[in-house]
């Protein structure tokens, strides 16, 4: 099944080179390019790192970091309502930076260096990224006040510009709503984790 899931992802790369051609830095993603073709070099060592960022981003809503999520604003209400429910907020402060902050890619100055100050001040400033492209400048200021960040980044961009990159393939809108159902499902899980173990944890008493 994984192998029959990446030679898709394969064939599908192969039918749009150029454009999707790997970046150089995703050899440590095991896909190279090779004479024109998108290459696996090894599916177990792929699969374990898929594995890797599914405990990993599992772990983010069971230890309760409260990550701050950065979408495209096709997707503002779930952005929103996902952040809101993350963190305590003062609410003039949140209505002034979601829809400008978290929905789209910010321009340099001091309001935007003023108000990642303030967010690193006033939450962890953990991130959670679904289009590395569309939030280029927000990801240089994350790394800047030395936020961890996490998300989706196209093949044929540099990975590094996020503290722990996951491979996408594209930047489809699509790829985008299955990871936002992704988050959504962990978050519920670990919920579900909190509510068995507080359920045993009343049987003993």
């Not at 967010?119 to 679904?130: A, F, P």
Request: proline share 3%; glycine share 2%.
């Amino acid at each position: 099944m994984w192998r029959t899931f990446i030679n898709f992802y394969q064939s599908f790369f192969n039918q749009h080179l150029p454009f999707f051609k790997p970046h150089g830095f995703f050899k440590p993603f095991f896909l190279f390019n090779l004479r024109g073709q998108v290459v696996c070099l090894n599916y177990s060592k792929l699969y374990k790192r898929w594995a890797v960022t599914y405990k990993l981003l599992l772990n983010f809503f069971y230890k309760q970091l409260n990550p701050l999520l950065f979408a495209t604003k096709v997707f503002r209400m779930e952005v929103t309502a996902f952040n809101w429910a993350g963190s305590a907020w003062d609410y003039t402060f949140f209505k002034r930076v979601a829809p400008y902050f978290f929905l789209q890619d910010t321009v340099y100055g001091s309001t935007t260096n003023t108000t990642f100050t303030l967010l690193s001040e006033t939450h962890s400033l953990l991130s959670i990224v679904t289009n590395s492209t569309y939030h280029e400048k927000n990801l240089k200021f994350l790394k800047k006040f030395n936020s961890y960040s996490v998300g989706l980044v196209s093949v044929n961009k540099s990975p590094w510009l996020l503290s722990y990159p996951i491979l996408a393939g594209t930047n489809e809108l699509v790829t985008e709503y299955y990871f936002l159902v992704l988050l959504s499902f962990l978050k519920q899980f670990t919920q579900t984790l909190y509510f068995n173990e507080f359920l045993n944890l009343w049987k003993f008493l």
